[in-house]
């Protein structure tokens, strides 16, 4: 079975503080792409980063990074000094596929909802 | 270059009426999905296409039947709408990453 946990559903942080979105992932195929995407409050859905499997780089965008950790089956999302445009629902997602790129299994984890207190 | 479109935005239905959303994509995808998703559940997959002529089940297929119209069109039917089909349906195409389309808002009373 495919699964993608985040267990914070909601977290609320005061401005300018660090804050972590934890993602715990499970699957029995060696090739996989984690994804972290953001929803505003309008709703609409952000690609935020993509990750395949065999690529454990950890990677830092701006105030934006993530650790990539397959022994833990972890793809942990942090921002740095946080700020109130940064309140959204972020979800983690897990698809894997057959390599003749035919099934395919998407899995969304349920989002954590981030509150950026000014 | 508009991306992933979706019609329409928002929709009222009555219990066991029909309707079928429509999606478009204009960046040459072979694989299209529709999602629904509701308060704490997340985004759970209802059908994909992984190329125009192909569709397959995802895990909430029930009471949805979809179309794979040509390789742009993906569109999605409920047949005989229900209650539990109210919810904010996402259409999405895949290339590096999955583009998504701005959501419908479907309410069905």
Not at chain 1, 1 to 11: G, L, P, R
Request: net charge neutral.
């Amino acid at each position: 079975a495919q699964k993608v946990t985040q267990a914070q559903t909601e977290i609320s942080v005061v401005e300018k503080e660090d804050v972590t979105l934890d993602c715990v992932y499970e699957t029995r195929d060696t090739t996989y792409y984690l994804f972290w995407y953001k929803q505003p409050p309008s709703g609409e859905l952000v690609f935020l980063i993509r990750r395949n499997s065999f690529d454990e780089q950890n990677e830092i965008s701006g105030r934006y990074s993530w650790n990539f950790q397959k022994s833990t089956s972890s793809f942990n999302f942090t921002i740095t000094a946080s700020q109130v445009v940064d309140s959204a629902v972020y979800f983690c997602a897990l698809i894997t596929e057959e390599d003749s790129g035919g099934y395919q299994k998407v899995t969304f984890g349920t989002g954590t909802k981030l509150q950026v207190i000014p | 270059n508009a991306g992933v479109t979706q019609t329409p935005k928002f929709q009222v239905l009555k219990t066991g009426q029909s309707m079928t959303l429509q999606c478009a994509q204009d960046m040459n995808h072979n694989s299209m999905y529709w999602y629904r998703q509701d308060p704490g559940m997340g985004l759970r997959l209802i059908y994909y296409s992984a190329s125009e002529g192909t569709t397959d089940k995802g895990e909430v297929p029930n009471g949805y039947n979809v179309s794979r119209l040509n390789k742009r069109e993906f569109s999605l039917r409920l047949e005989s709408a229900a209650p539990s089909q109210t919810s904010v349906y996402f259409c999405a195409s895949r290339g590096y990453e999955q583009y998504f389309g701005p959501g419908t808002r479907l309410t069905v009373t």
